[in-house]
């Protein structure tokens, strides 16, 4: 349940000359309905980006096509959570190379150079294509070929958080998409989807964001019955904004959690339970870590440090006209990110 507006038509997200929020983005909606028109501030200010993730079982892959102003980000990465064993690779490249579109899903994305052939189609009917070709530190070839379907009844958490008229952000969280395909490492193939559930993850950002901040993100998806789960929820860089991106989806359709969550975890220990409670009653869970990608780039001028846990949730969820569904053994991950861009 939430106390924040439902918008229902598309939207700008900035003032026509593109410098300040526009008041009526100010809200969610169930599809992506915001126009990021991000111009008219100084170099530095303006972060884009598309983050895919494919939680498959025993094995995550992810892409990132980045574009945060004073220079472009683009990575595959790889883990198979059974070994421990991952890979993948990160290129960084100068100002204007990464390009994204406003309307997220609408062009092509693609990035080739520095031994990295990315290529995110634009949406289609069949959903979205992820491609990638690259080779490891220790000389193995890499690539994957995956389709990420949206069902066309399927709803997400898009939300405007706004810390003030200046410095706000348009995420798009979108969860639980079927996906199948394939990875290749060497001569190792691995099946995505197909006999077993894999479930692709969708992360849009687009917005004018402070130097400096911290956030939560969570979310997972998985069958419990006869019922389709997807987990979204965030802290941290929503606090005191009157806005949030807590919800689920229960068999494709959106409950929006406008309250801010409580999470319990231990930076320090990142492997032991992560906890996600809703003071309201609406959800509670637990995600048990297999597997912690930590991360920690540049300095205290432009760095960033990252525990990303992948495991299994359980918990329950109940949905705004009361059903309560419990579940174990969800596909999911957590993650606390420390940013200074």
Not at 97 to 118: S, W
Not at 133 to 157: C, H, Q
Not at 175 to 193: H, K, M, R, Y
Request: hydrophobic share 35%; net charge negative; with cysteine.
């Amino acid at each position: 349940m939430t106390h924040e507006p439902e918008l229902r038509e598309p939207v700008d997200l900035c003032t026509p000359d593109g410098a300040r929020l526009a008041p009526a983005a100010r809200g969610w909606s169930r599809h992506p309905l915001h126009r990021a028109n991000l111009d008219g501030a100084e170099i530095g200010r303006n972060k884009r980006w598309d983050y895919w993730a494919v939680l498959a079982g025993d094995f995550v892959v992810s892409c990132v096509y980045s574009d945060i102003d004073v220079i472009g980000l683009a990575d595959v990465w790889w883990a198979d959570l059974r070994t421990g064993r991952s890979g993948g690779i990160g290129i960084i490249t100068e100002p204007g190379v990464m390009r994204l579109p406003q309307l997220c899903g609408t062009a092509d994305l693609q990035v080739h150079r520095d031994g990295l052939e990315l290529e995110i189609d634009a949406d289609d009917a069949a959903g979205t294509r992820l491609r990638a070709t690259w080779t490891e530190p220790d000389g193995r070839a890499g690539r994957f070929d995956l389709t990420v379907s949206r069902p066309a009844d399927l709803e997400s958490i898009n939300v405007v958080i706004p810390w003030s008229d200046d410095t706000f952000n348009f995420t798009s969280k979108q969860q639980a998409l079927p996906t199948t395909g394939s990875l290749t490492v060497g001569d190792e193939t691995f099946v995505i989807g197909g006999d077993s559930d894999a479930w692709g993850v969708l992360d849009v950002g687009r917005g004018r964001w402070p130097s400096s901040i911290q956030w939560n993100w969570g979310g997972g998806a998985g069958r419990t019955g006869d019922h389709v789960i997807g987990l979204q929820f965030g802290a941290r860089w929503t606090e005191g904004t009157g806005f949030t991106e807590n919800g689920f989806l229960l068999d494709g359709v959106a409950t929006k959690i406008g309250r801010e969550l409580i999470w319990t975890y231990d930076w320090e220990e990142a492997m032991s339970p992560w906890t996600i409670e809703d003071p309201g009653g609406q959800l509670s869970v637990v995600l048990q870590p297999i597997f912690d990608k930590y991360t920690n780039t540049g300095d205290a001028t432009l760095g960033s440090e990252v525990h990303q846990v992948f495991g299994r949730y359980s918990g329950f969820v109940v949905d705004d006209a009361g059903r309560r569904v419990e579940f174990s053994e969800l596909q999911g991950f957590a993650e606390e990110a420390r940013q200074n861009w």
